[in-house]
């Protein structure tokens, strides 16, 4: 038999639940569905406050940028270049004869009018050569009518009358000669103009050919400059010009030549530009910078810190639209001054973007704020504008 202890170990043990051992469970439900209740009010009655915060938010999350309102107008588009003065005319005295100089009239840089005489050779010797030349050619006169009369009588033959007509022939040609050369004796000016240089001395021998002076008309000048390939068909013989020279003086020109063959190592073209000098202050050889206005158009004047590059680096500019969003305008410098540039590309009225535009891309929704319409001038300070605008 099996002892009490035994019987005791053996029987299995049981456990009864208390009357309050199911209340914590009740209480820790209860605690879940209150949370989920107070969470999901928000979705059924959502708060008016809430919608304003995030309003607001939305707003401060909106660049705030600068923006001028521009409208297109006008603007005459010039072909600039630089180029040199030429004088009208320029051109080397020679002389035609030999001789020693027997008198000088002009001193150098004195104005000439055409048909002055500058300088004259000794004429005593030239007076010799006429007077050996014309006793020679009397001689052959009869030596000739001897011949024919002879020829007449049967006597002479006719190979002695060809030979008297050619030495006939010959001291002809050497009257002619002696006369030429004395009327050589005197150096003259071919036009109206400057004398440059003068190159000849009292009592100096110069020989035939050789440099003895040099003339120059500047009235008036002729500026010339290389215009490219894609401009040569806007100017035209007759344009008017305006011309500056480095001197400082400002004149009124007119294009009198535009060249059709182009220069072999440049590809580009001789044009010509014509200027009143009747005073002669402004001498030949000095720069110019000539300005022909070759077409017209409509466009824009802006800073050129407004000028923004797209993703694919084309130049532009950046403008709002009507839904505060950022536009991106392909533009084009047409012409550029000292206080800023006008660009073609944008609409005839534009909002543009003048401080910010660096922070903002196409298509961004944006706060524009408008400034003062833009002025010629430049614009400056974007920076600190910027940070301004954005607090």
């Known amino acids: 038999?099996?002892?009490?202890?035994?019987?005791?170990?053996?029987?299995?043990?049981?456990?009864?639940?208390?009357?309050?051992?199911?209340?914590?469970?009740?209480?820790?439900?209860?605690?879940?569905?209150?949370?989920?209740?107070?969470?999901?009010?928000?979705?059924?009655?959502?708060?008016?406050?809430?919608?304003?915060?995030?309003?607001?938010?939305?707003?401060?999350?909106?660049?705030?940028?600068?923006?001028?309102?521009?409208?297109?107008?006008?603007?005459?588009?010039?072909?600039?270049?630089?180029?040199?003065?030429?004088?009208?005319?320029?051109?080397?005295?020679?002389?035609?004869?030999?001789?020693?100089?027997?008198?000088?009239?002009?001193?150098?840089?004195?104005?000439?009018?055409?048909g002055d005489v500058i300088a004259r050779f000794d004429p005593a010797e030239r007076a010799s050569d006429l007077l050996r030349a014309q006793e020679e050619l009397a001689r052959a006169q009869r030596e000739f009518d001897n011949s024919e009369a002879l020829l007449k009588r049967g006597v002479a033959t006719a190979d002695r009358v060809a030979s008297a007509r050619a030495t006939l022939a010959s001291a002809t040609a050497g009257v002619a000669t002696a006369q030429n050369a004395i009327n050589n004796t005197e150096i003259s000016a071919p036009f109206d103009g400057r004398l440059e240089t003068?190159?000849?001395?009292?009592?100096?021998?110069?020989?035939?050919?050789?440099?003895?002076?040099?003339?120059?008309?500047?009235?008036?000048?002729?500026?010339?400059?290389?215009?490219?390939?894609?401009?040569?068909?806007?100017?035209?013989?007759?344009?008017?010009?305006?011309?500056?020279?480095?001197?400082?003086?400002?004149?009124?020109?007119?294009?009198?030549?535009?060249?059709?063959?182009?220069?072999?190592?440049t590809r580009t073209f001789l044009a010509e530009i014509s200027v009143e000098n009747d005073d002669g202050e402004i001498p030949a050889g000095v720069s110019a910078e000539i300005r022909v206005p070759v077409s017209e158009s409509v466009a824009h004047f802006m800073s050129p810190a407004i000028l923004s590059l797209d993703t694919d680096g084309t130049l532009g500019v950046k403008t709002v639209d009507d839904a505060n969003k950022v536009v991106f305008n392909k533009i084009e410098i047409v012409r550029a001054q000292t206080d800023g540039i006008w660009v073609t590309g944008l609409p005839d009225q534009a909002k543009i973007i003048t401080i910010g535009q660096g922070y903002v891309a196409n298509g961004d929704e944006i706060n524009p704020q408008i400034d003062e319409p833009m002025q010629k001038s430049a614009i400056s300070g974007e920076t600190t504008r910027y940070a301004e605008l954005n607090k």
């Open 1 to 114: 038999m099996m002892s009490d202890t035994e019987n005791n170990k053996a029987q299995s043990l049981t456990f009864n639940d208390d009357a309050g051992s199911s209340r914590p469970k009740w209480l820790a439900g209860g605690i879940i569905l209150l949370l989920v209740l107070w969470m999901g009010s928000g979705f059924i009655f959502p708060s008016k406050a809430t919608e304003d915060v995030s309003d607001k938010d939305k707003a401060k999350k909106l660049v705030t940028v600068s923006v001028s309102n521009s409208s297109a107008e006008p603007v005459v588009q010039f072909f600039v270049a630089e180029g040199q003065a030429q004088p009208d005319r320029d051109t080397s005295l020679r002389s035609e004869t030999s001789g020693n100089i027997a008198e000088i009239l002009v001193q150098k840089g004195a104005m000439v009018k055409g």
């Open 198 to 265: 003068l190159d000849i001395n009292i009592g100096e021998y110069v020989s035939a050919g050789a440099d003895v002076a040099r003339v120059v008309d500047n009235t008036p000048l002729t500026v010339s400059v290389r215009v490219p390939q894609q401009t040569l068909r806007k100017l035209k013989v007759g344009q008017e010009a305006n011309v500056q020279f480095i001197t400082g003086e400002t004149r009124k020109g007119k294009v009198s030549f535009v060249g059709t063959s182009a220069d072999a190592a």
